[in-house]
């Protein structure tokens, strides 16, 4: 093979992986709190063939990661008292086996301890870290938009709303999670404001991400054409070669 065609090789590699990420934005469309991903993309030179007139070095094409736009989704009425959504820059924070994990998705309920937990039973933290317990025979659960949790007259707790300086320290966890992978440590986030009866949907756009989607398949094809020509040159050569001797 020439420079060429391992060239075309790794840009493949980087559009199907840019397709899988596309896939599952289109996918998550309807996903609460879903935010929507991107391929990030480097070029690494390296040393070519050594063929006469090429390029050097020649320029690879490398996956650099994937980029999360937590850019805010719209907010729709569902109406349920522990269906919650964030207007603002935060996270709930979550206490998971694993450790705290953090999420923009608000579909929250009781379980029979009549702690409020998310859909797969893991208690959301209050302010201070602690776990919130509603008594349903004290009434129906209000919450303000700073997050206090009360029945009647009496606040029971508060939901913790938390912030990144930087959002790259997230990373999914599973479950519509993220979790924090290095030592910068959250801190409360008081402007955000608490939405009761509200979900945040998806911030995906589906029709960008459709147009996005026949845009790479077209460079797909594109580079897969390239390489189907450059490997016929290279046999036609040889051939050539073949019939001078």
């Known amino acids: 093979m020439d420079n060429a065609v391992y060239v075309g090789l790794s840009r493949q590699m980087i559009l199907r992986r ?23 993309a480097r070029t690494e ?25 937590f850019g805010q989704g719209a907010l729709f009425t569902t109406g349920s008292d522990l269906d919650l959504g964030i207007e603002g820059d935060g996270f709930f924070e979550v206490t ?26 893991d208690p959301v933290s209050g302010d201070g870290g602690g776990e919130i317990i509603v008594n349903p025979q004290d009434g129906a659960v209000t919450i303000a938009a700073d997050g206090t949790v009360s029945q009647g007259e009496n606040a029971i707790g508060k939901i913790a709303v938390m912030r990144f300086d930087d959002l790259s320290v997230l990373e999914k966890a599973g479950d519509n999670l993220l ?20 979900l945040e949907g998806s911030n995906v756009k589906p029709i960008l991400e459709i147009t996005r989607l026949i845009e790479v398949t077209r460079a797909y094809e594109s580079v897969t054409r390239m390489m189907e020509s ?3 040159l290279s046999r036609r050569a040889v051939e050539r070669m073949g019939r001078a001797n």
């Open 179 to 198: 979790r924090n992978v290095s030592n910068l440590q959250p801190e409360a986030a008081p402007d955000v404001r608490v939405r009761q009866g509200m």
């Open 230 to 232: 450059t490997a016929d």
């Open 96 to 121: 998971t086996e694993d450790g705290a994990r953090y999420t923009r998705d608000g579909r929250f309920r009781l379980d029979e301890l009549g702690r409020i937990v998310t859909q797969a039973g």
């Open 45 to 69: 030179p390296a040393a070519p063939a050594e063929t006469f007139g090429a390029p050097k070095p020649v320029k690879f094409v490398l996956d650099a990661g994937v980029a999360r736009d």
């Open 18 to 40: 840019e397709l899988d990420i596309i896939a599952n934005n289109v996918a998550n469309a309807d996903t609460v709190g879903f935010k929507v991903e991107s391929l990030m």
